[in-house]
């Protein structure tokens, strides 16, 4: 077989396969451009194809070249960040994997896998702008940034109140917080509390959900970026030197990647903190809070969260107990959630009746406390002149009741945790096989991230 018949091989194979594809010659020539990387780059193909590499994208500098540190270098770049103009000056932003080819020692061509980052870098930056800018001292006038504290958490069962005492001694001292609480219990309200009771209350207080971004992003996000670190890198401080001797509130920390998790373990020993391409350690004085909607146990056990993290932030650990396990709580949170959105829909619900309470009383509430607010929030804006909300204005959403005998659902043979997971774990099976393994496709269809569909196999060890 010719050489040219590998290349149309290697061609067909690049625009199947689902992937933005370039490939560069030892010269630097481009063999192969696929359709997928073109409408990544917003490039025309043509523009590309049998060009120098230089020619077609001469606005990144060559030293920041991924493609020519392979070729030049023999140097292979994984998931690395850039941003770059193309050929007709449009800002791109890229997640890129580049490796060399090489032939007996020689460097024949160089292949690079990118990803069209371009929406997330942006919601990166507005990130940091908006963490920046809540920073600032509150002008005169605008409406107040919402801050909690341990009189927002209101509840008298007893458990809840052993939480809410041990969260009040945690403020007190300046060792991490570990919270464990199911979607909707509160937690950030907790870590909120705990930071504006304790003596660095004058200090920021930044938040960031680990779930948001993919890695690399999510790393310069931390820690701050360095000019010359990336393609299209700048001087930028991260979050650890924006909440310089404040909190930092690290949301869903199973969702960070892996080796992430490895890097902010070293940060927390070390206590210094080195921007992504820099080279110059910053000392760091933040307190971290960390939170997870899964028992830890079963994040360890899956691979989602690294044990030696897990111990070195669980100095103080709380345990949210959920709203189903406090019911005796629901008529006090009701009263709370009435008079706020009274005020805020100019309504004047005095309170709900017996048959009211006892159909909330009745429900499960998967979404926690924010499911509570939500069905009293909407009985509120929807009541007209009434003064007392009846079981008629107490509309609870809840599709799974309503069609769960459609699913087989008993709940004598299994749990409702039990069920659910169940159903999970066969719609992720199902997709994956209907994708032929490939995660990508697999998560586009789902309508996920991709690491969130790669942490869901992994704890179903799919």
């Keep these: 077989m010719k050489a040219k018949d590998y290349q149309k091989i290697l061609h067909d194979l690049s625009n199947i396969i689902g992937e933005a594809v370039h490939v560069v010659d030892a010269r630097g020539k481009t063999i192969i451009y696929n359709e997928e990387m073109a409408s990544l780059e917003k490039t025309n193909r043509e523009d590309v194809l049998g060009k120098p590499f230089r020619e077609a994208f001469s606005s990144i500098p060559l030293e920041e070249s991924t493609l020519c540190r392979a070729l030049q270098q023999n140097k292979p770049t994984i998931h690395q960040q850039q941003t770059y103009l193309n050929k007709y000056g449009k800002e791109i932003t890229t997640l890129n994997s580049t490796i060399p080819v090489e032939v007996d020692g020689q460097v024949i061509a160089a292949i690079e896998i990118g990803k069209d980052i371009t929406e997330i870098k942006s919601m990166s930056d507005t990130i940091l702008k908006l963490q920046r800018e ?45 919270i464990y609480g199911e979607t909707g219990t509160g937690k950030e309200l907790f870590a909120q509390s705990i930071h504006f009771a304790g003596q660095r209350k004058d200090k920021p207080f930044l938040a960031q959900n680990c779930a948001a971004l993919p890695e690399s992003l999510l790393e310069g996000i931390l820690f701050g970026t360095e000019k010359g670190g990336f393609t299209g890198a700048v001087d930028r401080a991260g979050l650890f030197e924006q909440a310089s001797g404040g909190t930092l509130l690290l949301d869903e920390i199973s969702a960070m990647p892996y080796e992430l998790q490895s890097k902010l373990l070293r940060v927390l020993q070390e206590d210094y903190i080195r921007r992504v391409g820099g080279k110059k350690d910053i000392p760091i004085d933040v307190r971290i809070i960390a939170t997870v909607n899964e028992s830890p146990k079963s994040l360890i056990e899956s691979g989602a969260l690294r044990k030696d993290l897990y111990y070195r932030l669980n100095i103080v650990n709380i345990t949210i107990p959920p709203l189903r396990e406090r019911l005796d709580d629901l008529p006090r949170l009701v009263d709370s959630f009435l008079e706020k959105h009274n005020r805020k829909y100019g309504k004047e619900v005095w309170m709900v009746s017996d048959g009211a309470l006892e159909k909330l009383k009745n429900h499960s509430y998967p979404g926690n406390i924010r499911e509570l607010e939500n069905i009293i929030m909407s009985a509120v804006s929807l009541a007209d002149r009434e003064h007392v909300l009846t079981e008629t204005h107490i509309r609870i959403q809840d599709a799974y009741t309503e069609s769960a005998s459609a699913f087989g659902y008993d709940p004598k043979e299994a749990s409702l945790d039990e069920f659910l997971k169940n159903c999970e774990e066969q719609i992720l099976r199902k997709s994956m096989v209907d994708n032929e393994g490939n995660i990508s496709r697999a998560a586009k269809e789902l309508g996920i991230k991709r690491q969130t569909l790669q942490h869901k196999l992994k704890r179903f060890g799919l």
Excluded: M
């Design 134 to 178: 809540n920073l600032k001292p509150e002008e005169p006038g605008k409406p107040e940034i919402k801050r909690y504290n341990f009189k927002n958490l209101i509840g008298e069962n007893r458990d809840f109140k052993q939480v809410l005492e041990l969260a009040k001694r945690a403020a007190k001292t300046d060792a991490p917080v570990f």
